[in-house]
Protein backbone atom coordinates (compact mmCIF):
# COMPACT_ATOMS: atom_id res chain seq x y z
CA UNK A 1 0.00 0.00 0.00
CA UNK A 2 2.77 2.24 0.65
CA UNK A 3 4.44 1.39 -3.10
CA UNK A 4 1.20 2.66 -4.07
CA UNK A 5 0.90 6.03 -2.71
CA UNK A 6 4.32 6.92 -3.01
CA UNK A 7 3.98 5.84 -7.07
CA UNK A 8 0.59 8.03 -6.69
CA UNK A 9 2.96 10.54 -5.26
CA UNK A 10 5.12 10.76 -7.79
CA UNK A 11 3.04 10.87 -10.46
CA UNK A 12 1.82 14.03 -9.18
CA UNK A 13 5.29 15.26 -9.10
CA UNK A 14 5.75 14.34 -12.80
CA UNK A 15 2.72 15.83 -13.29
CA UNK A 16 3.54 19.36 -12.13
CA UNK A 17 6.86 19.72 -14.33
CA UNK A 18 9.20 17.88 -11.50
CA UNK A 19 11.69 14.86 -12.06
CA UNK A 20 12.77 12.40 -9.89
CA UNK A 21 16.72 12.76 -8.78
CA UNK A 22 19.20 9.76 -7.86
CA UNK A 23 20.42 12.00 -4.74
CA UNK A 24 18.98 13.88 -2.23
CA UNK A 25 22.09 16.24 -2.81
CA UNK A 26 20.12 17.35 -6.04
CA UNK A 27 16.23 17.48 -5.08
CA UNK A 28 13.99 20.16 -4.39
CA UNK A 29 11.73 17.79 -2.19
CA UNK A 30 12.65 15.17 -0.27
CA UNK A 31 9.24 12.43 0.72
CA UNK A 32 9.62 10.01 2.93
CA UNK A 33 6.65 7.52 3.53
CA UNK A 34 6.68 5.96 6.46
CA UNK A 35 5.14 2.15 7.90
CA UNK A 36 4.55 1.75 11.61
CA UNK A 37 3.18 -1.84 11.75
CA UNK A 38 6.34 -2.95 14.00
CA UNK A 39 9.03 -0.71 15.39
CA UNK A 40 11.98 -1.69 13.10
CA UNK A 41 10.11 0.33 10.82
CA UNK A 42 9.44 3.27 12.31
CA UNK A 43 13.62 2.92 13.25
CA UNK A 44 14.60 2.55 9.70
CA UNK A 45 12.45 6.09 8.95
CA UNK A 46 14.11 7.85 11.99
CA UNK A 47 17.32 6.58 10.17
CA UNK A 48 16.52 8.21 7.24
CA UNK A 49 14.90 11.49 8.76
CA UNK A 50 18.61 11.54 10.84
CA UNK A 51 20.36 11.97 7.24
CA UNK A 52 17.62 14.30 5.59
CA UNK A 53 18.37 16.36 8.56
CA UNK A 54 22.14 16.89 7.57
CA UNK A 55 21.32 17.46 3.89
CA UNK A 56 18.62 20.50 5.30
CA UNK A 57 21.35 21.69 7.40
CA UNK A 58 23.53 22.06 4.05
CA UNK A 59 20.56 23.62 1.80
CA UNK A 60 17.80 25.16 3.94
CA UNK A 61 15.95 25.60 0.90
CA UNK A 62 15.42 21.56 0.34
CA UNK A 63 11.53 20.69 0.89
CA UNK A 64 11.13 17.93 3.58
CA UNK A 65 8.08 16.10 4.03
CA UNK A 66 6.81 13.21 5.94
CA UNK A 67 3.84 10.76 5.24
CA UNK A 68 2.24 7.50 5.75
CA UNK A 69 1.44 5.64 9.08
CA UNK A 70 3.73 7.02 11.25
CA UNK A 71 1.61 10.54 11.03
CA UNK A 72 -1.84 10.54 13.13
CA UNK A 73 -4.25 13.02 13.62
CA UNK A 74 -2.41 15.18 15.88
CA UNK A 75 1.46 16.18 14.67
CA UNK A 76 2.50 18.22 17.19
CA UNK A 77 5.03 15.33 18.83
CA UNK A 78 6.45 14.82 15.66
CA UNK A 79 7.06 18.59 14.92
CA UNK A 80 8.86 18.74 18.17
CA UNK A 81 10.86 15.85 17.36
CA UNK A 82 11.64 16.74 13.62
CA UNK A 83 11.85 20.66 13.56
CA UNK A 84 13.38 20.40 10.00
CA UNK A 85 10.65 18.39 8.16
CA UNK A 86 8.03 21.26 6.60
CA UNK A 87 5.07 19.21 6.35
CA UNK A 88 3.69 15.92 7.76
CA UNK A 89 0.94 14.15 5.69
CA UNK A 90 -1.59 11.51 6.71
CA UNK A 91 -1.92 8.13 4.24
CA UNK A 92 -3.34 9.52 0.92
CA UNK A 93 -3.05 13.20 2.12
CA UNK A 94 -1.49 13.92 -0.71
CA UNK A 95 -2.47 17.78 -1.26
CA UNK A 96 0.09 19.27 1.57
CA UNK A 97 3.04 17.69 0.03
CA UNK A 98 2.39 19.70 -3.25
CA UNK A 99 1.70 22.32 -1.82
CA UNK A 100 5.30 22.96 -0.54
CA UNK A 101 5.75 23.21 -4.54
CA UNK A 102 3.04 24.75 -5.85
CA UNK A 103 1.78 26.65 -2.97
CA UNK A 104 -1.81 27.30 -1.70
CA UNK A 105 -3.33 29.35 -4.81
CA UNK A 106 -3.48 26.60 -7.33
CA UNK A 107 -6.78 24.12 -6.69
CA UNK A 108 -5.21 20.98 -5.72
CA UNK A 109 -8.45 18.95 -5.15
CA UNK A 110 -11.28 17.71 -7.52
CA UNK A 111 -10.16 15.25 -9.82
CA UNK A 112 -6.46 15.92 -9.80
CA UNK A 113 -5.64 12.77 -7.29
CA UNK A 114 -8.69 10.52 -8.78
CA UNK A 115 -6.59 10.67 -12.22
CA UNK A 116 -3.04 10.97 -11.62
CA UNK A 117 -1.67 7.11 -12.31
CA UNK A 118 1.80 6.52 -12.33
CA UNK A 119 3.45 5.08 -15.55
CA UNK A 120 4.46 1.77 -14.63
CA UNK A 121 8.29 0.74 -14.76
CA UNK A 122 7.68 -2.76 -15.16
CA UNK A 123 4.94 -5.52 -15.80
CA UNK A 124 3.61 -4.81 -12.21
CA UNK A 125 1.36 -2.66 -10.60
CA UNK A 126 -0.47 -2.06 -7.57
CA UNK A 127 -3.72 -0.55 -7.14
CA UNK A 128 -5.44 -0.16 -4.30
CA UNK A 129 -9.37 -0.35 -4.25
CA UNK A 130 -10.17 0.16 -0.74
CA UNK A 131 -8.58 2.57 1.65
CA UNK A 132 -8.33 2.12 5.41
CA UNK A 133 -9.71 -0.51 7.94
CA UNK A 134 -12.43 -1.65 10.45
CA UNK A 135 -11.69 -4.34 12.29
CA UNK A 136 -9.45 -2.68 15.51
CA UNK A 137 -7.03 -5.56 15.88
CA UNK A 138 -5.36 -4.83 19.63
CA UNK A 139 -1.78 -4.55 18.21
CA UNK A 140 -2.85 -2.76 15.15
CA UNK A 141 -1.98 0.92 14.60
CA UNK A 142 -3.51 0.82 11.27
CA UNK A 143 -6.82 1.68 11.33
CA UNK A 144 -5.57 5.13 13.21
CA UNK A 145 -3.55 5.89 10.96
CA UNK A 146 -5.60 5.15 7.59
CA UNK A 147 -9.00 5.66 8.68
CA UNK A 148 -12.24 3.52 8.33
CA UNK A 149 -13.13 1.41 5.09
CA UNK A 150 -13.71 3.25 2.32
CA UNK A 151 -14.00 1.70 -1.03
CA UNK A 152 -13.55 3.31 -4.53
CA UNK A 153 -15.75 3.43 -7.14
CA UNK A 154 -15.68 0.52 -9.66
CA UNK A 155 -15.59 2.61 -12.85
CA UNK A 156 -12.29 5.11 -11.04
CA UNK A 157 -10.51 1.75 -10.31
CA UNK A 158 -11.29 0.31 -14.41
CA UNK A 159 -9.93 3.39 -15.89
CA UNK A 160 -6.46 3.03 -13.70
CA UNK A 161 -6.30 -0.23 -14.40
CA UNK A 162 -6.92 0.32 -18.22
CA UNK A 163 -4.55 3.05 -18.04
CA UNK A 164 -1.44 0.89 -16.35
CA UNK A 165 -2.18 -1.74 -19.12
CA UNK A 166 -2.15 0.58 -21.91
CA UNK A 167 1.62 2.00 -20.54
CA UNK A 168 2.77 -1.77 -19.86
CA UNK A 169 1.30 -3.26 -16.93
CA UNK A 170 0.49 -6.63 -17.66
CA UNK A 171 -0.89 -7.51 -14.18
CA UNK A 172 -2.09 -5.69 -11.20
CA UNK A 173 -2.47 -6.36 -7.79
CA UNK A 174 -5.90 -5.17 -5.92
CA UNK A 175 -4.72 -3.92 -2.53
CA UNK A 176 -6.70 -3.21 0.70
CA UNK A 177 -6.11 -3.72 4.22
CA UNK A 178 -8.59 -6.20 3.93
CA UNK A 179 -9.30 -6.78 0.45
CA UNK A 180 -12.17 -8.45 0.37
CA UNK A 181 -14.11 -5.59 2.16
CA UNK A 182 -14.41 -3.88 -1.24
CA UNK A 183 -17.87 -2.02 -1.82
CA UNK A 184 -19.50 -2.82 1.14
CA UNK A 185 -19.54 0.48 1.63
CA UNK A 186 -20.44 1.52 -1.73
CA UNK A 187 -24.25 1.33 -1.23
CA UNK A 188 -26.66 1.56 1.14
CA UNK A 189 -27.57 -1.60 0.96
CA UNK A 190 -25.32 -4.27 1.03
CA UNK A 191 -27.06 -6.76 -1.24
CA UNK A 192 -26.76 -4.03 -3.69
CA UNK A 193 -22.95 -2.98 -3.72
CA UNK A 194 -20.60 -4.45 -5.86
CA UNK A 195 -17.89 -6.96 -4.13
CA UNK A 196 -14.24 -8.01 -4.92
CA UNK A 197 -15.69 -10.93 -7.57
CA UNK A 198 -17.39 -8.29 -9.53
CA UNK A 199 -14.92 -6.20 -9.73
CA UNK A 200 -12.65 -8.64 -10.99
CA UNK A 201 -15.21 -9.24 -13.93
CA UNK A 202 -14.60 -6.16 -15.00
CA UNK A 203 -11.25 -5.75 -15.01
CA UNK A 204 -11.02 -9.12 -16.80
CA UNK A 205 -12.77 -7.61 -19.67
CA UNK A 206 -9.48 -5.33 -20.37
CA UNK A 207 -7.37 -6.65 -23.49
CA UNK A 208 -4.05 -5.89 -22.53
CA UNK A 209 -4.84 -7.47 -18.81
CA UNK A 210 -3.19 -10.74 -18.33
CA UNK A 211 -3.48 -11.60 -14.42
CA UNK A 212 -4.99 -9.63 -11.43
CA UNK A 213 -3.72 -10.38 -7.96
CA UNK A 214 -5.40 -9.18 -4.54
CA UNK A 215 -4.68 -9.03 -0.82
CA UNK A 216 -4.53 -9.00 1.90
CA UNK A 217 -7.60 -11.46 2.56
CA UNK A 218 -9.82 -11.68 5.79
CA UNK A 219 -11.79 -14.68 6.78
CA UNK A 220 -15.05 -13.05 7.62
CA UNK A 221 -15.31 -11.29 4.63
CA UNK A 222 -14.32 -14.25 1.96
CA UNK A 223 -17.46 -15.21 0.68
CA UNK A 224 -18.35 -17.78 -1.24
CA UNK A 225 -19.57 -15.86 -3.90
CA UNK A 226 -15.83 -14.07 -4.10
CA UNK A 227 -14.08 -17.45 -4.32
CA UNK A 228 -15.98 -18.49 -7.09
CA UNK A 229 -15.23 -15.61 -9.12
CA UNK A 230 -11.37 -16.39 -8.22
CA UNK A 231 -11.68 -20.31 -9.37
CA UNK A 232 -13.82 -18.89 -12.41
CA UNK A 233 -12.14 -16.29 -13.94
CA UNK A 234 -9.03 -17.28 -16.17
CA UNK A 235 -7.12 -13.97 -15.14
CA UNK A 236 -7.39 -14.00 -10.93
CA UNK A 237 -4.30 -15.90 -9.92
CA UNK A 238 -5.50 -18.51 -7.40
CA UNK A 239 -2.66 -16.89 -4.69
CA UNK A 240 -3.79 -16.24 -1.43
CA UNK A 241 -2.45 -13.90 1.65
CA UNK A 242 -4.24 -14.74 4.63
CA UNK A 243 -2.99 -13.92 7.97
CA UNK A 244 -3.96 -16.16 10.87
CA UNK A 245 -1.79 -14.28 12.99
CA UNK A 246 -2.07 -17.35 15.80
CA UNK A 247 -3.37 -20.49 16.37
CA UNK A 248 -4.80 -20.47 19.39
CA UNK A 249 -8.25 -19.06 20.04
CA UNK A 250 -7.35 -17.67 22.83
CA UNK A 251 -4.79 -15.45 21.57
CA UNK A 252 -7.23 -14.72 18.36
CA UNK A 253 -10.09 -13.64 21.01
CA UNK A 254 -7.20 -11.41 22.69
CA UNK A 255 -6.13 -9.90 19.41
CA UNK A 256 -9.59 -9.42 18.42
CA UNK A 257 -9.79 -10.79 15.09
CA UNK A 258 -12.56 -11.11 15.28
CA UNK A 259 -12.93 -15.46 14.16
CA UNK A 260 -12.10 -18.23 15.39
CA UNK A 261 -9.78 -20.85 14.06
CA UNK A 262 -12.82 -23.61 13.36
CA UNK A 263 -13.76 -20.19 11.42
CA UNK A 264 -10.48 -19.69 9.70
CA UNK A 265 -10.37 -23.73 9.02
CA UNK A 266 -13.69 -23.50 6.88
CA UNK A 267 -12.45 -20.72 4.55
CA UNK A 268 -9.20 -22.64 4.08
CA UNK A 269 -10.85 -25.58 3.62
CA UNK A 270 -13.36 -23.60 1.31
CA UNK A 271 -10.71 -22.52 -1.35
CA UNK A 272 -8.58 -25.79 -1.42
CA UNK A 273 -11.99 -27.26 -2.34
CA UNK A 274 -12.41 -24.70 -5.33
CA UNK A 275 -8.62 -24.69 -6.39
CA UNK A 276 -6.60 -26.89 -4.84
CA UNK A 277 -3.59 -25.60 -6.34
CA UNK A 278 -4.03 -22.15 -4.86
CA UNK A 279 -0.92 -20.76 -3.30
CA UNK A 280 -1.90 -20.12 0.33
CA UNK A 281 0.19 -17.45 2.36
CA UNK A 282 -0.75 -15.95 5.93
CA UNK A 283 1.01 -14.05 8.59
CA UNK A 284 1.83 -15.05 12.22
CA UNK A 285 2.84 -12.91 15.45
CA UNK A 286 4.78 -14.78 18.14
CA UNK A 287 5.56 -13.46 21.50
CA UNK A 288 1.74 -11.27 21.90
CA UNK A 289 1.27 -10.70 25.54
CA UNK A 290 0.45 -13.47 27.72
CA UNK A 291 1.43 -16.08 25.11
CA UNK A 292 1.78 -19.57 27.17
CA UNK A 293 4.15 -22.32 25.48
CA UNK A 294 0.65 -24.28 24.64
CA UNK A 295 -0.62 -20.95 22.66
CA UNK A 296 2.14 -20.78 20.87
CA UNK A 297 2.43 -24.78 20.23
CA UNK A 298 -1.12 -24.23 18.92
CA UNK A 299 0.14 -21.81 16.18
CA UNK A 300 3.28 -24.94 15.45
CA UNK A 301 0.12 -27.08 15.22
CA UNK A 302 -2.08 -25.34 13.19
CA UNK A 303 1.07 -24.31 10.44
CA UNK A 304 1.32 -28.53 10.58
CA UNK A 305 -2.00 -28.68 9.51
CA UNK A 306 -2.89 -26.24 6.70
CA UNK A 307 1.16 -26.00 4.73
CA UNK A 308 0.94 -22.91 4.17
CA UNK A 309 3.46 -21.94 0.83
CA UNK A 310 5.18 -18.79 2.72
CA UNK A 311 4.28 -17.98 6.54
CA UNK A 312 5.70 -14.12 7.19
CA UNK A 313 6.71 -14.37 10.56
CA UNK A 314 6.73 -10.77 13.28
CA UNK A 315 7.69 -11.18 16.88
CA UNK A 316 5.03 -8.83 18.88
CA UNK A 317 6.02 -5.14 18.82
CA UNK A 318 3.81 -2.79 21.00
CA UNK A 319 2.55 0.26 19.10
CA UNK A 320 1.45 3.34 21.58
CA UNK A 321 -1.76 4.30 20.46
CA UNK A 322 -3.18 0.63 19.94
CA UNK A 323 -5.54 -1.32 22.17
CA UNK A 324 -2.68 -3.72 23.39
CA UNK A 325 -0.61 -0.88 24.30
CA UNK A 326 -2.90 0.60 26.38
CA UNK A 327 -4.58 -2.64 28.08
CA UNK A 328 -1.56 -5.55 28.28
CA UNK A 329 1.83 -5.44 28.94
CA UNK A 330 4.29 -6.70 26.81
CA UNK A 331 5.67 -9.94 29.33
CA UNK A 332 7.42 -11.69 26.67
CA UNK A 333 10.79 -11.21 26.29
CA UNK A 334 13.22 -10.63 23.58
CA UNK A 335 14.53 -13.95 24.00
CA UNK A 336 11.80 -16.05 24.01
CA UNK A 337 10.30 -14.18 21.21
CA UNK A 338 13.56 -14.92 18.73
CA UNK A 339 13.29 -18.70 20.40
CA UNK A 340 9.70 -18.82 18.62
CA UNK A 341 10.09 -17.06 15.89
CA UNK A 342 13.32 -19.65 14.56
CA UNK A 343 10.91 -21.90 15.60
CA UNK A 344 8.20 -21.29 12.95
CA UNK A 345 11.46 -20.24 10.57
CA UNK A 346 12.43 -23.89 10.55
CA UNK A 347 9.01 -25.01 10.47
CA UNK A 348 8.06 -23.12 7.78
CA UNK A 349 11.25 -23.65 5.73
CA UNK A 350 10.64 -27.09 5.73
CA UNK A 351 7.15 -27.27 4.74
CA UNK A 352 7.74 -24.88 1.72
CA UNK A 353 10.92 -26.80 0.62
CA UNK A 354 8.74 -29.86 0.33
CA UNK A 355 5.19 -28.48 -0.99
CA UNK A 356 8.14 -26.74 -3.70
CA UNK A 357 9.51 -30.33 -4.25
CA UNK A 358 6.14 -31.77 -5.42
CA UNK A 359 6.45 -28.97 -8.56
CA UNK A 360 10.00 -30.36 -9.70
CA UNK A 361 9.47 -31.35 -13.34
CA UNK A 362 6.35 -29.62 -13.36
CA UNK A 363 5.74 -26.99 -16.58
CA UNK A 364 4.80 -23.58 -15.07
CA UNK A 365 3.23 -20.37 -17.06
CA UNK A 366 5.82 -17.60 -15.39
CA UNK A 367 5.29 -14.21 -16.08
CA UNK A 368 8.40 -12.35 -16.37
CA UNK A 369 8.67 -9.58 -13.57
CA UNK A 370 11.92 -8.41 -14.26
CA UNK A 371 15.96 -9.38 -13.90
CA UNK A 372 18.60 -8.75 -11.33
CA UNK A 373 22.32 -9.58 -11.98
CA UNK A 374 21.65 -11.00 -15.72
CA UNK A 375 19.06 -13.54 -13.83
CA UNK A 376 15.68 -13.06 -14.95
CA UNK A 377 12.41 -13.87 -12.37
CA UNK A 378 9.19 -14.27 -12.19
CA UNK A 379 5.95 -15.54 -10.60
CA UNK A 380 3.69 -18.71 -10.83
CA UNK A 381 -0.06 -18.67 -10.88
CA UNK A 382 0.13 -19.67 -7.21
CA UNK A 383 2.63 -17.15 -6.60
CA UNK A 384 5.85 -18.96 -6.15
CA UNK A 385 9.20 -17.05 -7.45
CA UNK A 386 10.72 -18.67 -10.23
CA UNK A 387 14.10 -17.69 -10.97
CA UNK A 388 15.59 -18.55 -14.68
CA UNK A 389 19.13 -18.09 -16.01
CA UNK A 390 18.78 -17.40 -19.90
CA UNK A 391 17.16 -14.47 -21.40
CA UNK A 392 13.33 -14.27 -21.54
CA UNK A 393 11.24 -10.96 -22.42
CA UNK A 394 10.35 -9.06 -19.43
CA UNK A 395 6.20 -8.89 -19.42
CA UNK A 396 5.80 -11.79 -21.28
CA UNK A 397 3.95 -15.19 -19.95
CA UNK A 398 6.65 -18.00 -20.69
CA UNK A 399 6.14 -21.51 -19.96
CA UNK A 400 9.13 -22.77 -17.26
CA UNK A 401 10.47 -26.66 -16.80
CA UNK A 402 10.99 -26.85 -13.08
CA UNK A 403 14.65 -27.87 -12.44
CA UNK A 404 15.21 -27.02 -9.04
CA UNK A 405 13.65 -26.33 -5.70
CA UNK A 406 14.25 -24.68 -2.71
CA UNK A 407 12.20 -23.69 0.32
CA UNK A 408 11.58 -19.82 -1.03
CA UNK A 409 11.95 -20.19 -4.71
CA UNK A 410 12.00 -22.43 -7.89
CA UNK A 411 14.43 -22.71 -10.74
CA UNK A 412 13.67 -23.64 -14.20
CA UNK A 413 14.43 -23.38 -18.13
CA UNK A 414 11.62 -21.66 -20.62
CA UNK A 415 10.01 -24.83 -22.49
CA UNK A 416 11.47 -23.24 -25.80
CA UNK A 417 14.59 -23.41 -24.68
CA UNK A 418 14.50 -26.71 -24.11
CA UNK A 419 13.09 -28.07 -27.35
CA UNK A 420 15.74 -26.05 -28.78
CA UNK A 421 18.36 -28.26 -26.90
CA UNK A 422 16.37 -31.90 -27.67
CA UNK A 423 16.29 -30.31 -31.36
Not at 1 to 15: C, P, V
Not at 245 to 262: A, F, H, P, T, V
Not at 402 to 420: C, F, K, M, N, W
Request: charged share 30%; net charge negative.
Amino acid sequence: MNIADSEKLAAGFTRLGLNETKTMDDATIVVINTCSIRQHAEDRAYSQLGRVRLQKEKRPDLKVAVMGCMVGPKTGDLKRRFPFVDTFARPQDFEPIIELIEGDENDLGGEFWPTTWSIPNGPTAYVPVVHGCDKFCTYCIVPYRRGRERSRPVNEIVREVNWLTNNGAREVTLLGQTVEAFGRDLNDSSEDSPDLGDLMRELSDLPELKRIRFLTSYPKHMTERILKAVADLPKVMECFSLPIQSGSDRILSEMRRGYELKEFREKINLVRSLMPDAGISTDIIVGYPGETEKDFQDSLDVLGEFRFDKVHIAAYSERPGTIAARTTTDDITAEEKSERLQRVEALSEQIGREKNEALLGSTQPVLIEGSRDDQFYGRTCSGKLVHIDVPVRIGEIVDVVIEHTGSYSLRGQPVDTLEALTI
